[in-house]
């Protein structure tokens, strides 16, 4: 079935430093990915996404880029701030049974420090 | 409303109770999705609506769990006879249309964590 795997946290890095947080798929057909966040006490929020092979997704400095060829999403942020400290979840939107839904990874923790 | 509310935020029950945990989405979002996460976890699809009718339920663990969406708008999951392993944050989420692939971007609600003890 399809499924998401997600590079295991916590992680730990220090103000402007470099984040890549590794996400792969396994999907039949040709599903759509996503990012989303859950900052501290509140509910998930959509990152970014992107719905082809080669799409690059990108919000708040945050980039990812779909490759069809190595099955991966992996997220990256050139220079990382306080304020993202938050669990990044990777997802695949697959079709099933006739309803969309969202298959999530198990979650990667960050935590910057200043 | 502005947001997907979910009602209680905090539900602690004895095992054995029958719990319900209300979803209040977004004003004109036809699709309702139910989602469960346990700690350390990534959120596990439960249960599908696209306006009053469940369309997908095949998430739902066992026949304790149950849903209904009666008027298209609000929802709530019921949990029958709960059990210590039902502990965890039940999330809500709307969407305005999900019938275009990767058009689908999902809202979600705040969380209604349970414990049973």
């Known amino acids: 079935g399809n499924s998401v795997t997600q590079m295991e946290g916590p992680v730990t890095l220090s103000e402007e430093a470099f984040l890549t947080i590794n996400c792969t798929y396994t999907?039949?057909?040709?599903?759509?990915l996503f990012w989303y966040v859950q900052y501290p006490g509140e509910g998930l929020q959509l990152l970014l996404k992107a719905t082809k092979a080669d799409d690059k997704g990108s919000n708040k400095g945050f980039e990812a880029t779909y490759r069809k060829e190595t099955t991966s999403f992996h997220l990256e942020k050139g220079s990382v701030q306080v304020s993202d400290s938050a669990v990044y979840f990777c997802?695949?939107?697959?079709?099933?049974?006739?309803?969309?839904?969202?298959?999530f990874g198990k979650g990667t923790k960050l935590t910057v420090n200043p | 409303g502005a947001g997907v509310s979910q009602t209680p935020s905090n539900k602690v029950t004895e095992k054995g109770k029958y719990v319900e945990l209300r979803c209040d989405p977004i004003s004109g979002h036809t699709a309702l999705y139910w989602y469960r996460q346990s700690l350390g976890q990534g959120p596990e699809f439960l249960i599908y609506?696209?306006?009053?009718?469940?369309?997908?339920d095949s998430g739902l663990p066992n026949d304790r769990f149950f849903a209904v969406r009666p008027e298209g708008s609000v929802s709530t999951l019921k949990i029958q006879r709960t059990e210590r392993g039902d502990s965890a944050v039940y999330l809500c989420a709307s969407a305005r249309n999900s019938r275009t692939p990767g058009a689908n971007v999902l809202t979600f609600g705040a969380g209604s964590r349970l414990t049973v003890l």
């Open positions: 999907a039949t057909g040709y599903p759509s």
């Open positions: 609506f696209q306006g009053t009718g469940a369309a997908d």
């Open positions: 997802a695949l939107s697959s079709t099933q049974g006739g309803s969309e839904k969202l298959v």
